[in-house]
């Protein structure tokens, strides 16, 4: 069973930068794609950013594109989000997610285990 644990969050000002972690247990974190999303209060689970099992595919939402990074370390078996020039907007829960390589990143469905989010608040 796949672990994934998340840290990072915090609360930040408009336009600073924070760096999201997502580790994980377990040999096939090598094998998967991973993903972030975010959830803020009343709203559906957003697809942030997505990574390929190799890591040289990158995805993002339109949200976020030029501003946030993903990145990950098979080595450490951790995933990150750099995220830049963050908005008021950027509030929420952010979580990382795990899915079978091939699978289609933006979609909640193609994840098998989540994290437990990390919130993340942006002042104005």
């Known amino acids: 069973q796949v672990q994934l644990v998340e840290s990072g969050g915090g609360l930040v000002q408009t336009g600073d930068s924070l760096r999201l972690s997502c580790a994980a247990s377990?040999?096939?974190?090598?094998?998967?794609?991973m993903g972030w999303f975010r959830q803020a209060p009343g709203k559906e689970r957003e697809a942030v950013a997505g990574?390929?099992?190799?890591?040289?595919?990158?995805y993002y939402g339109d949200s976020v594109k030029g501003r946030f990074t993903t990145s990950r370390d098979t080595a450490r078996n951790t995933v990150y989000l750099q995220m830049n020039n963050l908005k008021p907007e950027d509030t929420a829960v952010y979580y990382c997610?795990?899915?079978?390589?091939?699978?289609?990143?933006?979609?909640?469905?193609?994840?098998?285990?989540w994290g437990q989010g990390t919130q993340v608040t942006v002042s104005s």
């Open positions: 990574i390929n099992s190799n890591g040289n595919i990158l």
């Open positions: 377990g040999r096939i974190f090598s094998s998967n794609g």
């Open positions: 997610g795990i899915r079978p390589a091939g699978s289609a990143w933006s979609i909640p469905e193609s994840y098998t285990n």
